[in-house]
T-cell receptor, first 113, second 111 residues
Framework: NAGVTQTPKFQVLKTGQSMTLQCAQD?????MSWYRQDPGMGLRLIHY???????DQGEVPNGYNVSRSTTEDFPLRLLSAAPSQTSVYFC????????????FGEGSRLTVL | DQQVKQNSPSLSVQEGRISILNCDYT??????FLWYKKYPAEGPTFLIS?????DKNEDGRFTVFLNKSAKHLSLHIVPSQPGDSAVYFC??????????FGKGTLLTVNP
């Protein structure tokens, strides 16, 4: 039972490079979201999706793009990485009935030099 | 403007005693509250929740209390165990699909 799978777990980028953080869930959850965790800042919502083809911005969306072409996948794209995007990123999903009870992935640690 | 506040960055308790973690919120439109637990190098895991129409919810050693008039909720862990040592996040849901988290409280349970 995989749950929510994030790849890669670790990544180092140079300023200006682009990359995609992958997120996949096998629980047929409609709701998926991306958070970032920074020291002393808790978890902040970047983008979320309530179903395939539907995405919306969270609290800190600037510098990130998302798409939701399937129920299972919700990739997060950094088009031009900046040092301020150094963080730990978490993908989460939930059932539509109890969407607040999120299932999180193990996280992806990104460092931008 | 921080809508969910956990004012204690850390808490230390002895094994077997009660741990009380606090959370305050400012948005009266929040209708559902949750607690998550996070170990280092892992993703957060859901612990317990409470609807705004209730004032208490209990699950084993964990109890969440909600005081709507004070816009305050608390998580009680009784008895505390060393394995409970983790960061605890309070979260709140409003009328949209956004879950707002507090900054977390690091709980250390000493043997």
């Amino acid at each position: 039972n995989a749950g929510v799978t994030q790849t890669p777990k670790f990544q180092v980028l140079k300023t200006g490079q682009s990359m995609t953080l992958q997120c996949a869930q096998d629980m047929n959850h409609e709701y998926m979201s991306w958070y970032r965790q920074d020291p002393g800042m808790g978890l902040r919502l970047i983008h979320y999706s309530v179903g395939a083809g539907i995405t919306d911005q969270g609290e800190v969306p600037n510098g990130y793009n998302v798409s939701r072409s399937t129920t299972e996948d919700f990739p997060l794209r950094l088009l031009s990485a900046a040092p301020s995007q150094t963080s730990v990123y978490f993908c989460a999903s939930s059932d539509g009935q109890f969407w607040g009870e999120l299932f999180f992935g193990e996280g992806s640690r990104l460092t931008v030099l | 403007d921080q809508q969910v506040k956990q004012n204690s960055p850390s808490l230390s308790v002895q094994e077997g005693r009660i741990s009380i973690l606090n959370c305050d919120y400012t948005n009266s439109m929040f209708d559902y509250f949750l607690w998550y637990k996070k170990y280092p190098a892992e993703g957060p895991t859901f612990l317990i929740s409470i609807s705004s129409i209730k004032d208490k919810n209990e699950d084993g050693r964990f109890t969440v209390f909600l005081n709507k008039s004070a816009k305050h909720l608390s998580l009680h862990i009784v008895p505390s165990q060393p394995g409970d040592s983790a960061v605890y996040f309070c979260a709140a849901k409003g009328s949209n699909y956004k879950l707002t988290f507090g900054k977390g409280t690091l709980l250390t349970v000493n043997p």
